[in-house]
Structures are given as structure tokens and as C-alpha cells.
């Protein structure tokens, strides 16, 4: 399945609620990263992470949190902060050095209700 | 900072025609430049990057540093190039190899 598995692929959130997306990767990389993905404006960085027990805010961390706990598994959890959180959400890995390229997820498409 | 911009948010061409999907960025330093695109149903993948030279599926692109593009091409467009193409850039100065990507061009190749 490409070597990077998000879940659920939907999700529905009630107002007020936090909610955690799942990314999952088996490809031995060490950079994992979630970006959010809005029609007319692109990929925005939202978290990334180097190393286990490591991760850095990226361009919209607002309402957002992450842990790396493991090497293979970056979760993210959308926050009753985050405003606006409808969204399409992808996660993507990569080696950390010498950039070749990201693997990215099939994606979850969260939906606040 | 650094910033991708694609001016084209829709394109659509005919079948074998040439087609020129434009990126420009803003970075200071030596940028590593990609291309992805989005296939219908299906993830983001890499197309290509500046630095292989490479052509893949007929696309090519060329770093411009002078004009601070890189825009991608084809010479004969066919129907299964319909897509969402995105141009990103990673920044040597940055943390990690964290990724900019511009707003996509959604390419239509009419029959």
C-alpha cells in the first residue's frame, strides 16, 4: 500500500471535539510530516519531525499537536482550537538526508459537523 | 523565507499540444525544485526533481536561477496527463528537508 497508510480515510468531528488522524509508515524513513490541503492554496506545512521523540512546528501549527514516539508512526491530533479544521489532511515521509523526494499518504478527509 | 507560486490555478489544452505548466519561487540560497502531481483518485507522487535532469512521462523541466523558475513542459500533451500538478522547494538553509509547495495547476487535455 505504497509504504505509508493514513486512517481513517473519513472522519467526522462534532464541534468542540478533538479528533486524531493516524499516519503510519513502514519505509524505514526518518522525517515524517503532515500537511493540510485546501483547494486554491496548495499543501501548507502543518508539523514535521526529524527524529523520534523530535518535531518542529511548521506554517499553521495552531490547533494542531503531534507526538513521535515511534520512528514509523506520526499521529496527529486536530484540536477544539483549531479553528477552521475542515480539511483534507496528508501525511508524507521522507530520508533525512539528502532529499529525494517525499512518500506521501492516501489521505484523510475530516469533516467537522 | 521561501515562496512557490504557480499563477495558473486551471489549464487546459488539446490533445498534442504543448503544454507549459509555470513556477516561479522566492529563496535566497541554492533551492532543490520538484514537481508532484495528483492524479485522479489516486496520492500525490514525485514527477520530478532539477537536480536528475531527468524526463519522465515526457515532462521535462529546467531550473532557471536567473529568472527563478521552473517551469515544466511537455511537447505533445495526451488525455492521462490530466492532473494537479504541484511545484515545491526545499531551501538548504531550512530545518530538515521540510518542503514549499505552490498553489497547484490543475491541468485538463481535452480530447
Known amino acids: 500500500d505504497g509504504g505509508i497508510t493514513q486512517s481513517p480515510k473519513y472522519l467526522f468531528r462534532k464541534e468542540g471535539q478533538n479528533v486524531t488522524l493516524s499516519c503510519e509508515q513502514n519505509?524505514?524513513?526518518?522525517?515524517m510530516y503532515w500537511y493540510r490541503q485546501d483547494p486554491g492554496q496548495g499543501l501548507r506545512l502543518i508539523y514535521y519531525?526529524?527524529?523520534?521523540?523530535?518535531?518542529q512546528k511548521g506554517d499553521i501549527a495552531e490547533g494542531y499537536s503531534v507526538s513521535r514516539e515511534k520512528k514509523e508512526s506520526f499521529p496527529l491530533t486536530v484540536t477544539s482550537a483549531q479553528k477552521n479544521p475542515t480539511a483534507f489532511y496528508l501525511c508524507?515521509?521522507?530520508?533525512?538526508?539528502?532529499?529525494?523526494?517525499?512518500?506521501f499518504g492516501s489521505g484523510t478527509r475530516l469533516t467537522v459537523v | 523565507a521561501q515562496r512557490v507560486t504557480q499563477p495558473e490555478k486551471l489549464l487546459s489544452v488539446f490533445k498534442g499540444a504543448p503544454v507549459e505548466l509555470k513556477c516561479n519561487y522566492s529563496?535566497?540560497?541554492?533551492?532543490?525544485l520538484f514537481w508532484y502531481v495528483q492524479y485522479s483518485r489516486q496520492r500525490l507522487q514525485l514527477l520530478l526533481r532539477?537536480?536528475s535532469r531527468e524526463s519522465i512521462k515526457g515532462f521535462t523541466a529546467d531550473l532557471n536561477k536567473g529568472e527563478t523558475s521552473f517551469h515544466l513542459k511537455k511537447p505533445f500533451a495526451q488525455e492521462e496527463d490530466s492532473a494537479m500538478y504541484y511545484c515545491?522547494?526545499?531551501?538548504?538553509?531550512?530545518?530538515?528537508?521540510?518542503?514549499?509547495f505552490g498553489e497547484g495547476t490543475q491541468l485538463t487535455v481535452n480530447p
Open positions: 519531525s526529524q527524529i523520534v521523540n523530535d518535531f
Open positions: 532539477h537536480i
Open positions: 519505509l524505514n524513513h526518518d522525517a
Open positions: 508524507a515521509s521522507s530520508r533525512k538526508q539528502g532529499h529525494r523526494g517525499y512518500t
Open positions: 529563496y535566497s540560497g541554492s533551492p532543490e
Open positions: 515545491a522547494l526545499s531551501g538548504e538553509e531550512t530545518s530538515g528537508s521540510r518542503l514549499t
